[in-house]
């Protein structure tokens, strides 16, 4: 069975970096993919990884317009034709709609098209964006509860969706064979510090600059050596470096800037952190700090409480609220094993539900496999 993984950009984020995941889970499986979009960050690790990236400009964000649509339908239509397409998976709204269209100058081939919902128009100016649910011509993967309940909410069918999640690979984030120590020796993180990490670009609403604030409201004693690392890059990490400043916290703040090796970075941590203001449904990144048993600790916001394990795996606050996190960080600061329990806690749940292998057993279902 051939696949086509369609997205605008892939970019170095969840929405970019699942559908390499999933490809080489079904690769393992015995089903061959390929992947269609605009340039983007992942286009390079996707060839590295032995698959063919078609470059079609015309799915760009930036070139949305009645020609480059027609154009984008023609394009993928060739690219069914030529690759003897059987699914397509969509990882964006506007692709999806591209695929249907180009399905239908493809009649000699049976297409199934899925589409991976990781986020919702939130903005209550562009809600009639999410009219197109009612009438979505594609099967709906949701990557939590939450996601689908919501698009239940939008009008969309629930016959027509299923629950996949996000999944970690464990071959990669294997916490028996990367090193704790690696990257805290790199960046002079000492034995007796407690190391709270985040992972994901400076785009503005992933609250960065909250945890910052944070970092001085926790009201330790003097022998108790907390830092922070920052693992990305963005337009608000100077946001997040003028706080830091402000703060006089430079000694206790680390920025290593954007890394595809997020898991050697995601080991050395003790405690992960995704303080996130908006403009998340189920991040990636928390999964794969569960996976390598990290507790966690973020904002209550979509679907990020179901990687708690109610309360046991992690720890959700108030959007925002600078005073919360702090309280709901001390704790795991303090107590060694109340930090092994909750991780342990958190790598049942990725063997439960979260690996990437379980993720497309579901996804399978929609595949028709």
Not at 45 to 55: L, P, T, V
Not at 205 to 227: C, F, H
Not at 230 to 253: C, H, I, R, Y
Not at 275 to 294: M, Q
Request: contains cysteine.
């Amino acid at each position: 069975m051939n696949i086509l993984h369609m997205r605008s950009e892939y970019l170095d984020n969840g929405p970019g970096t699942q559908p390499l995941r999933i490809a080489q889970e079904f690769k393992r499986r015995g089903h061959d993919s390929f992947f269609a979009g605009a340039k983007g960050i992942m286009d390079q690790a996707i060839k590295k990884s032995g698959y063919d990236f078609i470059e079609v400009p015309e799915l760009s964000r930036n070139k949305r317009s009645p020609i480059s649509f027609f154009r984008s339908v023609y394009k993928i239509s060739k690219i069914i034709k030529e690759n003897n397409i059987s699914i397509i998976h969509s990882h964006n709204a506007a692709c999806s709609f591209v695929a249907y269209f180009a399905s239908l100058f493809c009649r000699s081939h049976k297409i199934r098209i899925v589409r991976s919902v990781r986020g919702v128009e939130l903005r209550p100016t562009h809600q009639y964006r999410n009219l197109l649910y009612r009438f979505y011509p594609a099967t709906l993967l949701a990557v939590c509860e939450y996601a689908k309940t919501k698009l239940i909410s939008l009008g969309a069918s629930e016959d027509n969706i299923i629950v996949t999640y996000n999944g970690a690979d464990l071959t990669r984030f294997d916490r028996e064979k990367l090193s704790y120590e690696h990257m805290r020796d790199q960046y002079n993180v000492q034995k007796d510090e407690i190391l709270i990490g985040h992972v994901g670009a400076f785009s503005g609403w992933k609250g960065q600059e909250v945890l910052v604030e944070a970092l001085p409201s926790l009201n330790l004693s003097t022998d108790m050596k907390v830092k922070l690392m920052f693992v990305g890059d963005g337009p608000a990490m100077t946001e997040a470096k003028d706080k830091v400043l402000e703060l006089g916290l430079e000694s206790q703040v680390i920025f290593v800037g954007r890394q595809m090796q997020s898991e050697v970075y995601h080991m050395a941590l003790d405690i992960y952190c995704q303080p996130s203001t908006e403009g998340e449904l189920f991040p990636n990144a928390i999964v794969e700090a569960l996976a390598l048993g990290k507790p966690w600790v973020g904002s209550d916001i979509s679907g990020l409480s179901e990687l708690t394990d109610n309360g046991r795996a992690g720890t959700v606050v108030e959007p925002g609220n600078v005073e919360a996190l702090a309280d709901a960080l001390k704790p795991l600061i303090l107590d060694e094993e109340l930090r092994r329990k909750m991780g342990d806690r958190g790598y049942a749940l990725v063997l439960d539900k979260l690996t990437i292998q379980k993720v497309c057993d579901r996804i399978s279902v929609a595949y028709g496999l």
